[in-house]
């Protein structure tokens, strides 16, 4: 049985004890939902593999509260990242280190490096505080499918396989965290999110971004994976190309298919007998509602015709790849 519980000193008490017992637990952030475990324990963070089905050499974040002494878990935290976490953290920026070896090998996946991230959501910092453990976790939904944004979401991908998700609400920042490799002598964005490159770029002057290329060694392998993929159909279009995916929509709904149209601007409509369900006007809307709409679309609808934003940069560079990814194109940004 899996209980979701709202996040007080109860439930609390009860998720320390199932950390310290070496089991998982799924809380809040102000990105999505986390599925955590004793980052020093490796027979729990291999639950979290297991239960998740994730591939075994996509390392895990650590994630820890914002007192914590990060020089217990890393070594050589450059200058330029001092600069970047006083500015941005706790908030959604996740910096990897050369690790010190402290937490399991697997949390890695065997690499000599550790991401390392300060979530602000309240709920996860009295959790983290809570247990006063460094915790691993990777997002609380079954690998490649949409990252969860509410309990609810963790609930109708992991029941029946955690005992504990403790409730915050909805998500407010919507898509995973930027992650940004601090190993070398400048930053580099490895995963695109809600702290942007331009912004990192503006507070330390220089940031570089990683493509990946197929067949090469992937400096974040999480890159690798087909990710955020809705359980029905999708179909993406460029912004130019709205009568075709329109045409789609008609051929494929005169057949009985249930479509629907995933695009830029407001709410749910049906417009032309042809429903929409719209994503927001800005990027940060965008990024807050793009794993219900996609969790809303798959419940409601056997093909989500996608038809790409025409905003790019900075947020938006995060919400692409999330999209192009769901739509199960490899990573491009
Ligand atoms: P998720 O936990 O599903 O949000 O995914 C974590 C992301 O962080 C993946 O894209 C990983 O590849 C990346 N990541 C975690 N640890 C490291 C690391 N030590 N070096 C590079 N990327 C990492
Ligand atoms: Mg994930």
Do not use: W
């Not at 991230?117 to 809570?130: C, D, N, T, V, W």
């Not at 789609?248 to 249930?258: H, P, Q, R, S, T």
Request: overall charge negative; aromatic content about 6%.
């Amino acid at each position: 049985m899996t209980e979701i519980l709202p996040i007080n000193e109860n439930s609390l008490k009860r998720a320390k004890l199932l950390i310290l017992k070496g089991e998982t637990v799924a809380f809040p952030t102000e990105t999505v939902y986390g599925l955590g475990a004793d980052a020093c324990n490796t027979a729990a963070v291999n639950k979290i593999f297991e239960i998740k089905g994730r591939p075994n050499d996509n390392p895990l974040i650590v994630h820890v509260h914002k007192d914590f002494d990060i020089s217990y878990l890393v070594t050589e935290v450059p200058e330029y990242a001092k600069v970047l976490a006083e500015k941005f953290l706790p908030g959604p920026l996740t910096m990897v280190y050369k690790s010190k070896g402290t937490v399991s090998p697997v949390v890695s996946c065997g690499l000599d490096t550790l991401a390392i991230r300060i979530p602000s959501h309240e709920g996860a910092q009295r959790f983290l505080k809570y247990v006063d453990l460094p915790v691993a976790a990777p997002s609380a939904n079954i690998s490649k499918h949409v990252s969860p944004t509410s309990a609810q979401h963790v609930l109708a991908d992991l029941q029946g396989k955690i005992d504990l998700i403790l409730d915050g609400g909805v998500c407010s920042g919507g898509i995973e965290s930027t992650v940004l490799d601090c190993t070398g002598e400048i930053p580099v964005v490895l995963r695109s999110g809600l702290i942007s490159r331009e912004m990192v770029e503006e507070t330390v002057g220089a940031c570089g971004e990683y493509v990946y290329r197929e067949g090469a060694v992937a400096r974040s392998p999480g890159m690798r994976y087909k990710h955020y993929a809705p359980r029905c159909r999708t179909e993406m279009f460029a912004p130019d190309e709205y009568e075709k995916a329109l045409a789609l929509y008609d051929f494929e709904a005169a057949k009985g298919v249930k479509a629907c149209i995933i695009c830029d601007g407001d709410g749910e409509k049906f417009v032309g007998g042809r429903k929409y369900m719209c994503l927001g006007a800005t990027p940060e809307e965008m990024a807050s509602n793009l794993y219900s709409e996609l969790r809303e679309g798959e419940n409601t609808c056997d093909l989500l015709i996608v038809i790409s934003p025409k905003q790019s940069g900075g947020v938006m560079a995060g919400v692409m790849n999330r999209l192009t990814k769901a739509c199960g194109k490899r990573y491009e940004n």
